[in-house]
């Protein structure tokens, strides 16, 4: 939304998420969004003055601006365009989401750098046509390459 703060944005979305509740503290929501994202240092920036990494992290707060939080975010390529800091940033702050908030956060990567790979719970690989190569916790996919190969 160019020409709004990444606060305008949060807090216009956060208007209309809670628009039929009453007595809503629509800053105190926006805030904890900024937080939990890590992203208070810009909540006075123009959003296309933010780097493309803080302008995924507000893309999920934006989905965050309503009283109720889901349960289940799915994410598609939350890193793609992004360089090796940034994308460990966001996998970082989604991590954080999931265990400060327990939320269960689904999300997919094409060209994920084994520093990101380790930094998730659970992968759930796929090869070509969807096939899925391995399941389970990253400290144990080396195992699984190894039975591969024996």
Not at 47 to 55: A, L, M, Q, T
Not at 106 to 124: C, N
Request: charged share 20%.
């Amino acid at each position: 939304m160019p020409g709004l703060t990444a606060t305008e944005m949060l807090l216009f979305a956060c208007k209309l998420k809670n628009s039929t509740s009453k007595n809503v503290d629509y800053r105190k929501i926006v805030n904890m969004a900024l937080e939990a994202l890590d992203l208070l240092d810009v909540a006075d920036t123009r959003v296309e003055k933010c780097s493309g990494g803080e302008r995924k992290r507000l893309a999920l707060a934006n989905e965050l601006t309503c009283l109720v939080w889901p349960n289940l975010i799915c994410i598609d390529e939350c890193t793609s365009g992004l360089d090796s800091q940034s994308a460990e940033l966001v996998i970082a702050c989604l991590a954080r989401l999931v265990r400060t908030h327990n939320l269960t956060i689904v999300t997919s990567i094409h060209q994920p750098s084994t520093t990101t790979l380790l930094m998730f719970d659970q992968l759930y690989m796929l090869a070509r046509g969807g096939v899925c190569i391995y399941s389970g916790p990253p400290n144990t996919i080396y195992l699984h390459d190894q039975q591969r190969f024996d």
